[in-house]
């Protein structure tokens, strides 16, 4: 979708390709967020002892960007993605789709993401009212329990990576 698929490892990709853990994160752990040249470009902290699930996306200096809390007095599975100012995104799952999974994301600026295909396998992609915001799967990295996230020019790296933490969150609850 976005460029050639590249047999190297992920090595030396395109730095907008995210190398992302399946299945490594649980609330209380942390882990980093790879560019596609191998660079720790975000952690992800794992905040334990906390009534809501909560996740921090940082720098690697260890400046907050994003806060992510699972809201749990919801129908729907709703998670909301905060900066310093408040709600940036609020990600919920569809209640009932026949084919895939289905999630939206409304954003505080007025637009909203929709998210589809095959998410238990890091299969799918966000798209948006002007095109496709991003590309997740397995194609660029060759690495078990690995799977990318390919963020289109122009968008907010670390808000799509948000939001791709809270499908994996939600798509695999028994972490």
């Given amino acids: 979708m976005f460029g050639r698929h590249r047999d190297d490892g992920g090595r030396g990709a395109d730095p907008s390709v995210y190398q992302m853990r399946q299945q490594m994160l649980s609330i209380g ?25 909560t996740l921090v996306l940082e720098t690697p200096d260890g400046r907050q960007l994003y806060r992510i809390e699972h809201r749990i007095v919801t129908i729907k599975e709703t998670w909301t993605i905060e900066d310093d100012a408040g709600t940036v995104a609020t990600v919920k799952k569809a209640l009932f789709t026949p084919l895939h999974e289905r999630y939206s994301v409304e954003l505080r600026s007025g637009g909203e993401w929709d998210i589809k295909g095959n998410i238990v396998d890091h299969e799918y ?41 809270v499908v994996d969150q939600v798509s695999h609850p028994a972490r």
């Fill in 125 to 165: 992609e966000i798209d948006g009212p002007g095109g496709t915001i991003a590309t997740v799967g397995k194609k660029w990295f060759h690495i078990r329990d690995t799977y990318g996230v390919r963020v289109a020019p122009g968008q907010d790296d670390a808000l799509v990576l948000a939001v791709a933490i």
């Fill in 29 to 53: 752990d942390d882990f980093w967020i790879e560019n596609g040249a191998g660079q720790r470009v975000f952690k992800v902290d794992g905040k334990a002892l906390r009534i809501h699930k």
